[in-house]
């Protein structure tokens, strides 16, 4: 079992920034890749990115390219998203996520962070 725990969200304005941060605990030597998803009200929950936990290799969608950036400390067990030129839209729950696999079948959630950005 991998156990993931969220932070860093809060209430930013519009073209501000914020970092999340992703605790992993329990089995995380099983881990292969973590990763960021999001939802906001009354939408499915997005892919945001993803990070390899060997290598680092990352993977952003086209919505957050150029202003997020996913990052790991392997000696921390953590991933952080830093998001820059936040927007209203960027409202939403964020979500950590692992996978020990390598389909990125994303087995391991955390409990969500809540982040607001006002206009």
């Known amino acids: 079992q991998v156990q993931l725990m969220e932070s860093g969200g809060g209430l930013v304005q519009a073209g501000g920034s914020l970092r999340l941060s992703c605790a992993a605990s329990g089995r995380t030597f099983s881990v292969y890749a973590m990763a960021w998803f999001r939802q906001a009200p009354g939408k499915e929950r997005e892919f945001v990115a993803r990070?390899?936990?060997?290598?680092?290799?990352?993977y952003y969608a086209d919505s957050v390219m150029g202003r997020f950036t996913i990052s790991r400390d392997n000696a921390k067990n953590t991933v952080y998203l830093q998001m820059n030129s936040l927007k209203p839209e960027d409202t939403a729950v964020y979500y950590c996520a692992a996978t020990t696999g390598q389909r990125y079948e994303w087995r391991y959630w955390g409990q969500g962070t809540q982040v607001t950005v006002s206009s």
């Open positions: 990070i390899r936990w060997s290598g680092g290799s990352t």
